[in-house]
T-cell receptor, first 114, second 115 residues
Framework: AQSVTQLGSHVSVSEGALVLLRCNYSSSVPPYLFWYVQYPNQGLQLLLKYTSAATLVKGINGFEAEFKKSETSFHLTKPSAHMSDAAEYFCAVSEVQGAQKLVFGQGTRLTINP | KAGVTQTPRYLIKTRGQQVTLSCSPISGHRSVSWYQQTPGQGLQFLFEYFSETQRNKGNFPGRFSGRQFSNSRSEMNVSTLELGDSALYLC???FGQGAMNTEAFFGQGTRLTVV
């Protein structure tokens, strides 16, 4: 069965500092991996996705993630945090089947300190 | 192009009642999935519909049901509401199924409060 573990339910960084949100997955087949962001009282917005093309994936708002099969990881990074990045971030995995479902991690709340 | 639309945005119901939530996918999208989000359990998959057929179902009791219409709009129904059903219910749409259609677009959700 698929699973996702996000290390750290809360991460706090200073404005301008590096953002690193950790995600490890478990999947019996080559996975499809996603990072979503959720702002208060909003739905989920896709930041980026890995679909077995390039292992380094660039997304919106300056975020990127690297797929490392040997470490079963898909960590999300941004070189310089902005106040507007404060939100909850979810890593998700999907196996390619006829019908798909996303399995989400528990989420990481990112706080940006001025 | 309009995004995924969920109605209503907020709902308050009494324990024991039933509720129906609606989701209109992005135009042209044929796959609709539903998720429940709670502080304790996080985001959990409820079910997915494609071409009016349920294709996958999560681990929820039979009180949770759904359907999809010929125009791809979907509804989910929860009967005999319990306090624990209080959650944000999110709908996601995708163009189709399979390897070329992995990206899911989410609506803003319906916040259900059971009192």
């Amino acid at each position: 069965a698929q699973s996702v573990t996000q290390l750290g339910s809360h991460v706090s960084v200073s404005e301008g500092a590096l953002v690193l949100l950790r995600c490890n997955y478990s999947s019996s087949v080559p996975p499809y991996l996603f990072w979503y962001v959720q702002y208060p009282n909003q739905g989920l917005q896709l930041l980026l996705k890995y679909t077995s093309a390039a292992t380094l994936v660039k997304g919106i708002n300056g975020f990127e993630a690297e797929f490392k099969k040997s470490e079963t990881s898909f960590h999300l990074t941004k070189p310089s945090a902005h106040m507007s990045d404060a939100a909850e971030y979810f890593c998700a995995v999907s196996e390619v089947q006829g019908a798909q479902k996303l399995v989400f991690g528990q989420g990481t709340r990112l706080t940006i300190n001025p | 192009k309009a995004g995924v639309t969920q109605t209503p945005r907020y709902l308050i119901k009494t324990r024991g009642q039933q509720v129906t939530l609606s989701c209109s996918p992005i135009s042209g999208h044929r796959s609709v999935s539903w998720y429940q989000q709670t502080p304790g359990q996080g985001l959990q998959f409820l079910f997915e519909y494609f071409s009016e057929t349920q294709r996958n179902k999560g681990n929820f009791p039979g009180r949770f049901s759904g359907r999809q219409f010929s125009n791809s709009r979907s509804e989910m129904n929860v009967s005999t509401l319990e306090l624990g059903d209080s959650a944000l219910y999110l709908c996601a749409s995708r163009f189709g199924q399979g390897a070329m259609n992995t990206e899911a677009f989410f609506g803003q959700g319906t916040r259900l409060t059971v009192v």
